[in-house]
């Protein structure tokens, strides 16, 4: 069933992507929520949904919303009337071979439409319909994991299903009915053939997933089509009984047979697109030290993965150490070596090594006898006491190549980027060593804190062998440095982590969190069997199986998010964010270019003062640049060890480049230089831009916290005009996200390059926003209506606003007025309210300017980015790159790159802000794209000594290629910023530009 | 199973080779020096003495062999971690033959044999440094890149890190481990350079107690069973300074041990030997 529904389906259904994902969210939420009235309706009977879909969310907010939403994608029409037609082909054909496949798409279909049709009707019939889904899921899972859970399950399935179920048709029926009514469309013949089916799908779209556990046993398990990862995971999580599971994960095949971690924010089926729906249940995230973990569970399920690793001979292991694995295992699969049952042959289950040996099987009998009296999991324990010490133990290998073409592999661990040629390490980046990590088409580059005796950053690039393995690389080490990395103690709820450039982000919880969260785990210890040897860890009989707390946190916070603002649940859901992630875009988008239009009108002279202020400030970035220091190349040369060629780009022609380096001309050049001079050598020239902008908002009130802002809207804006009761507005433009949603897959794809920075300076790290998952329950949150808004930003705040732009920045003096130390940014380039101030301010600028590249003050290193940096270089390889005289370049494009930054920072009155981080109320981030711009906003709310305050944190990425005007978009976000929130101010404005030069065609 | 478990620098076993009369003139060496044969008979007299009388273990001397004068750098002829012994394959062909007669010992101490077949690689032992996590292995003149990845296939459980050497013989020419986690190095450039580079490449912090001289970072660490931290390291008549840094160590038993002649060859107080860690119950 899963590979024909995944690959023969599949076509059909594309249409229906749009519709599928808009909606889907939200069944999920609506779920819950509506079970009680479901129950009661439903005689089914069948227990309530899976805690996954705690998201219970009022509905009665927001129908409206979810019609207007759901309106055009029932428009698509097309995927309406699929359905019918397949299901009457499916009645008359039932013995077709085809029949199964297409039963199931049938099944598939039906149960996503009738969610569909019956969105626009009341709440109720919603939430009634809600259930059922959730419901029929259950049964189907119920079904196949006591019978056929195998290939064809669906044919069988169906005809058990219709009989057994016939008697609940009824109030299908009824439903049907009303969703006729609204649609008119709807065949009425179908009908009748539609009613058993209906029940059995009851009104899901459904496909089956088979997941293989660690132990190698399936897991058969039924879900929406357009279910996100995580329900699928926390489904199979459940089925383990394993609660601490954030260092797993589910992993499938890619169309080109590599393995793939499955997103759990984003829907199943368009990450595996034609892949079968066929997964793997793994170890994401290899504890560095399982003596930590909670539970024995856990250690049994990482032992299960580490010995297939083994046997794979993905962990390489020394004879001994593979027969000392070997021994323990036997321990705990079959307790105390038994002479009289224990003979040689009794090893024949199970695999030590990649190559077992005799005599390895005589080492590990001989090692078993040792181990006389030791429990499973005293035997697990020494087990994983022993793997975690190997050389490669949690180590993500990645093929790439070097600059000179050398086969590397690239090791992405807990502590950082391991670089191996052959068996050797070669290099290592500890992720604090590490800026940026950015890929861009089938390059993959890191960006290098400088060392102590470092004055610039530098950069290694890698080639690998796709776009495709170049962002996954990039992914898992987003989600490594996340994971191990990102969450100190101290700020927990910080675990955030953005990425620029692209949508994804690490969505899971840190290992510091999930410590914690495994600390608060308060069960007996869980029965569980060793599957190859039906070995009993604990027989606690009666040991409840305690329900995923996870899963309820994740409703919890999002009820209380979703309650807020009464909008819709789709919003919220994590699942599918990167459907709502673009709807905001979309919206911001178009302001935006609306904005640019009023832009335009300014008067030309504006335009052209500022942008010459914005030279000039380039030019005094270019001069005041400084020296090369040969010494310092020297050191930094021999430093890094095995890093090959760091070329820095300080105007210094490194001697060891002779190869083909046509940019080295640019060297030292500003990109506005190279821009100019149209060095023709470069075949491409890309600009990133950086702004990061932050805003923060007071509010005299205690404990409220508007929670429209918090829920929302990338913007403040919205959230107030939400109060004004233009929420609809709002909403209207839904269905069109949705439909954008459908088309950010192909852009994500298309999405060619995306960076991440890893190195959260302190107060970046403020700035991150926490995941919705993480937002405080709802008490806390304020009440609706509050009015951050209106009571914050008096109108002075508007005038503050700090402007940088790359060259031109200007700050405002006010910015001290505010009485919060409210670190907003706003980075403007040509605004005319600004331009006058400008000019008082710009030497101050300049002041700034210049002690940034001298002193690289605080704020500056806050942003990640030192002063002025020109960087190019790429390679990585063996060690003795650093004695190397000559480097090619021909593999790997030499990048120059170019950053600089700007920071701004209003005064702060209440200096002690930041450093008292108060109490985190909600955070949030929203990302959304456009063509050549990334936004991403991050709303915090923090309760500090009684008073709420919202910071809100824009971070503009815009992109593209010489032909766009940076400065004249850079302008936009910034009025747009301040257009968006009158009422807060600016308090910090960080301006980030860096240029790249890069050969093309090495793709 | 030993390497996973033993405290670093436990060891029990010590295998070490007689000088032949060769040495004097035969042994190769980087600068040219006029050897005292028998001073430097007496150096190696009480520096097996110390381990075996000294020290407790149990030392198997293999018979000099005057086709090969630089013999008894034992050191160089293997790699031995846990019970994993890897025989080398030495960079001077000269000294290519040295491995056979230890082979044999360490066959008869029940050693997992590993050989290096290919052709192409070249390992000294001395090149290869241990730290009780890893392995750092110099690419020197005497050790290769091929060498150094057999090495990695060798000793699978462990990280191996090559480290340029970029002065002196070998990477242990200028330093060793002088405890755990505790690594003596050399002040020169090249050996400061090196340590960096060990540094950047390990997951591990190690400590660094750096001395004047290079040769004298070369010391010998053993942690035993009765006697805790014991350090054979230069004697202050030879390198003063470089002896008072060792003096430092707390709970250290201190064993400064004359090394004025075999030093002319660039024979320094970890190549005359290899140390094993047999199991009693093994």
Known sequence: MTTEVGSETEVKKEPEKAEEQSPAPEQDAQAPAAEPKAEAELPCGETAPPGGDGDAQPKAASPEKERKQKEPSAGKGISRFLPPWLKRQKSQSQAEPREAEKENQEKVDEQQQPGQESAPKSPVSEAKEAPGEELKSDDKDDKHSIGSADTQPAKEEKGDESLERSADVKEKEESKCEEKKEEGETPKPDSGTEKPLLKAAKKMKTVMCHVTLLDGSQFPCEVEKRAKGHFLFFKVCEHLNLLEKDYFGLSYKDAADQKCWLDPAKEIKRQIRNSPWQFAFNVKFYPPDPSQLTEDITRYLLCLQLRQDIASGRLPCSFVTHSLLGSYTLQAELGDYDPSEHRLEYLSDFQFAPTQTKEMEEKVVELHKNHRGMTPAQADAQFLENAKKLSMYGVDLHHAKDSEGVDIMLGVCANGLLVYKDRLRINRFAWPKILKISYKRSNFYIKIRPGETEQFESSVGFKLPNHRSAKRLWKVCVEHHTFFRLVTPEQPPKARFLTLGSKFRYSGRTQAQTRQASSLIDRPAPYFERTSSKRVSRSLDGAPVVSVSDQALRGDSSVAGDKENGREPALELSSDSKSKLRVQGENIYVRHSNLMLEDLDKTQEDVLKHQASISELKRSFMESTPEPRPDQWDKRLTASPATSLRLQAQGKTPPTTDGPLPDSKDIGKSAEDKQRSGTGEQAEVEIEETVVIK??????????????VVVGAAVAEEAKKEKEGEAEEKEDKRPGGGEASSSSDSHSESEEEAEYHPQVSSVSVDQIKEEPEEEEPKQEAPPPGADPIASAAPPRAREERGAASEGAADEEAHNGHTETRQGLVSVEEDEEEEEEEEEEEEPRLNGDVSRTETERLPQVICCSEPPVVKTEMVTISDTFAAQKTEISTKEVPIVHTETKTITYEAAQLDGAGDSEPGVLMTAQTITSESLCTTTTTHITKTLKGGLSETRIEKRIVITGDSDIDHDQALAQAIKEAKEQHPDMSVTRVVVHKETELAEEGED | MTALTAPFGRFTHSVVRAIPASFGEGALRTCSAQVDLAAAL???????????????????????????????????????????????????????????????????????????????????????????REFFVGLSTRTNQRGAEILADAFKDYTV?????????????????????????????????????????SDHRYDKLTVSDDIAANCVYMNLPDKGHVLLYCTSEEYPESAKVFEKLKDYTLIPVSNSEKVKVDGALTCCSVFINKKLEN
């Open chain 1, 695 to 708: 805003e923060v908002k007071k509010a005299p009130k205690t404990k409220d916290v508007a929670p429209e």
């Open chain 2, 161 to 201: 890190s090559p480290v340029p050497v970029l002065d002196g013989l070998h990477l242990k020419s200028f330093c060793s481990m002088a405890g755990p986690d505790l690594i003596a190095i050399g002040s020169s450039e090249p050996a400061q350079k090196a340590f960096k580079v060990m540094q950047q490449m």
């Open chain 2, 42 to 132: 007496r150096e190696h007299e009480h520096y097996v003495a110390v381990l075996k009388h000294r020290l407790g273990l149990q030392v198997v001397e293999l018979p000099a062999d005057e086709s090969l004068p630089d013999c008894v750098f034992v050191e160089d002829a293997a790699v031995v971690c846990g019970d994993t012994a890897l025989v080398t394959r030495p960079g001077a062909p000269s000294r290519r033959k040295e491995t056979e007669a230890m082979k044999q010992a360490l066959q008869e101490l029940n050693l997992n044999i590993v050989e290096m077949d290919d052709d192409s690689a070249t390992l000294d032992g001395g090149d290869v440094l241990f730290t009780g």
